[in-house]
C-alpha cells in the first residue's frame, strides 16, 4: 500500500520560512519522479515543483522560482520543499505526489501525470 505523508506545514508571517517533508513507503520511491502541487480555497489545485528521480533536476512554477527549493533523500524515502520568503498568496494546502518513471521530465508539471498523492498540509502565510 502506497503511503505518501507530507509534514511540516503551518501559519507563518510574510517573509518567513518553512520546510515541507513527504515520507513515502510501500513503493520503490527512488523510482519515482516527485512534485508538490498546492491548493488555495476556491481555486485549482496547481503545479509548484517537481524534481526527477535522482534528484539533479528540478522544475518550478513562475510564482516560486527563486523562493522556493524541491529536494529529495532517497535513502530516506523523503522529499522536501524549502520555501523561503513566504508571501500571503502561499497559503494553500500542499501536497505531494508521484509520478511514474517512464514520465517525461517536460510534463512533471501535469497533475493528471501523478498516480499517488498525499493527504496534504495546510500552509497559512500571515500579512
Known amino acids: 500500500q502506497v503511503q505518501l505523508v507530507e509534514s511540516g506545514g503551518g501559519l507563518v508571517q510574510a517573509g518567513g520560512s518553512l520546510r515541507l517533508s513527504c515520507a513515502a513507503s510501500?513503493?520503490?520511491?527512488?523510482?519515482?519522479?516527485v512534485g508538490w502541487f498546492r491548493q488555495a480555497p476556491g481555486k485549482e489545485r496547481e503545479f509548484v515543483a517537481a524534481?526527477?528521480?535522482?534528484?539533479?533536476?528540478?522544475t518550478y512554477a513562475d510564482p516560486v522560482t527563486g523562493r522556493f527549493t524541491i529536494s529529495r533523500d532517497n535513502a530516506k524515502n523523503t522529499a522536501y520543499l524549502q520555501m523561503n520568503s513566504l508571501q500571503p498568496e502561499d497559503t494553500a494546502v500542499y501536497y505531494c505526489?508521484?509520478?511514474?518513471?517512464?514520465?517525461?521530465?517536460?510534463?512533471?508539471?501535469?497533475?493528471?501525470?501523478?498516480?499517488?498523492w498525499g493527504q496534504g498540509t495546510q500552509v497559512t502565510v500571515s500579512a
Open positions: 510501500g513503493l520503490t520511491f527512488s523510482t519515482y519522479p
Open positions: 524534481t526527477t528521480t535522482s534528484g539533479v533536476h528540478t
Open positions: 505526489a508521484t509520478a511514474p518513471a517512464f514520465v517525461p521530465f517536460s510534463v512533471l508539471s501535469t497533475a493528471a501525470k501523478y498516480n499517488f
